[in-house]
């Protein structure tokens, strides 16, 4: 099993100088190999090396994958002395972020789905090196050992999982200083727990008006701290705007933005996490929607869909459940809100209209209802049924 810690680098006035260094290198040689993949695809996107009716085209050239372009590092440390100070794996993982996001563009993740053209990217949004792997004991107390840059000090405001080995590490600068990713790995931690209760099971209903709402009627109020802090970030962003580019002050003003955004997006990252755990605390399946977030969030709905954070708090949900040995079920999200819990009949409703009733007699609250349903199909999913038959045949024996 993987996980992921993140922890406050407070690395001293020369190694932060060396960090903004190699973050520089590292996105000019970014570019530079993404535009090598661009010349390459618009010149040998054609099979056809000769045109009669109008000109000779060029030779074509092999594609430069992720090996040939992994060759060209040790000449450009002849050629450029500086990139030499960088750690090999580090500018090899460059590559690799290359290969990644050109793969994407041409044929798509691993569910065929494919990305838009990458972009070359400015200074100011290259923000993170990695280091792809870490020797045993590269932590020493409060300070790590990171290659080339030395041993840096870091703020561990909670200690590593027993059990667990560092195997990659990642340098990310944001707005109010530099943090350390650490990705951890333990192949002793079970999956999903044998002696799970599947009786211990609830649906939740993702909402605008609450953020969620479970099988049971409880319900969780959307904080929104980002209409919250609107009226905040609207002056900051008229500072912004009022300065002019390339001084000082506009750079300092850009700062105390990004510092306010970012003040958001932690405020709604703790909430995130805290509700997972209450959720986890209560019950060992968990169903949710799996829901079209980057559909809904170009619709008009948008800035409620993104104060929300859906997408972000049911990915949190599932890791923080695979690490408890729990089980999160996503279930086909079409017909929930308009579908009878209680005897499945489809009941049609607008938006507006926030209350279910059936002929049968059920009648409730329209998102308590699309929890029921939820959870109802969720007791049909491959991934239950599996696990009754886990569960079944270990206290069998």
């Not at 030779?59 to 440390?77: A, F, G, I, V, W």
């Amino acid at each position: 099993m993987r996980t992921a810690y993140q922890y406050r680098l407070r690395p001293t006035k020369q190694q932060a100088t060396e960090i903004d260094r190699w973050l520089s290198m590292c996105c000019a040689q970014y570019n530079y190999l993404l535009a090598d993949r661009f010349n390459w695809y618009e010149q040998n996107r054609c099979p056809v090396n000769a045109c009669p009716l109008v000109c000779h085209l060029p030779e074509l050239r092999d594609n430069p994958d992720y090996y040939s372009q992994k060759k060209t590092l040790p000449e450009l440390k002849k050629t450029h002395s500086h990139y030499g100070d960088i750690y090999s794996q580090v500018l090899q993982d460059v590559v690799k972020r290359v290969k990644v996001s050109f793969d994407r563009f041409l044929k798509g993740d691993s569910n065929g789905k494919r990305s838009g053209k990458p972009r070359f990217k400015p200074r100011n949004r290259y923000r993170t090196f990695t280091y792809p792997q870490m020797k045993d004991g590269c932590l020493q107390g409060n300070l790590i050992d990171l290659p080339k840059l030395g041993k840096v000090k870091v703020i561990l405001h909670r200690p590593l999982p027993d059990g667990f080995k560092v195997k990659t590490a990642s340098v990310t600068k944001k707005v109010d200083g530099y943090y350390l990713t650490l990705s951890l790995e333990d192949s002793t931690v079970p999956e999903i727990k044998p002696n799970i209760n599947p009786e211990l099971i609830t649906g939740i209903d993702m909402g605008l008006k609450e953020f969620f709402t479970t099988a049971e009627g409880e319900t969780v109020t959307i904080p929104q701290h980002y209409r919250k802090a609107q009226k905040r970030l609207r002056v900051v962003q008229k500072r912004v705007s009022r300065r002019k580019k390339g001084s000082n002050r506009r750079q300092k003003a850009v700062k105390q933005l990004g510092k306010q955004h970012k003040k958001v997006a932690d405020k709604r990252k703790d909430f995130h996490f805290k509700t997972a755990k209450n959720l986890l605390q209560k019950y060992d399946v968990i169903a949710h929607e799996d829901l079209n977030i980057r559909g809904i969030s170009r619709s008009r709905l948008s800035k409620s869909v993104h104060d929300a954070g859906w997408g972000n708090f049911l990915s949190i949900l599932t890791n923080k459940a695979e690490n408890a040995g729990l089980l999160v079920i996503p279930v086909k999200a079409s017909g929930t809100t308009q579908e009878c819990s209680s005897c499945g009949t489809k009941v049609p409703k607008k938006l507006h209209e926030r209350w279910h009733e059936c002929s049968c007699g059920c009648s409730l609250d329209r998102d308590h209802n699309a929890a029921i349903v939820i959870k109802n199909r969720s007791v049909g999913h491959p991934d239950f049924k599996a696990q009754l038959m886990s569960g079944s045949s270990s206290r069998s024996h």
